[in-house]
């Protein structure tokens, strides 16, 4: 159980980094898009 446990937070951990890289990154493309026009 304690290593289904840390599986499944590991992967949540995980899902949440990219989520955030995702952000950021689509938020900075969106500032140089509204920037360029």
């Given at each position: 159980?304690?290593?289904a446990a840390n599986g499944l937070m590991m992967?949540?951990?995980t899902t949440?980094?990219?989520i955030s890289v995702i952000q950021q990154v689509t938020?900075?493309?969106?500032?140089?898009?509204s920037a360029r026009t």
């Open positions: 159980p304690l290593q992967f949540g951990v949440a980094l990219f938020a900075k493309w969106i500032a140089a898009q």
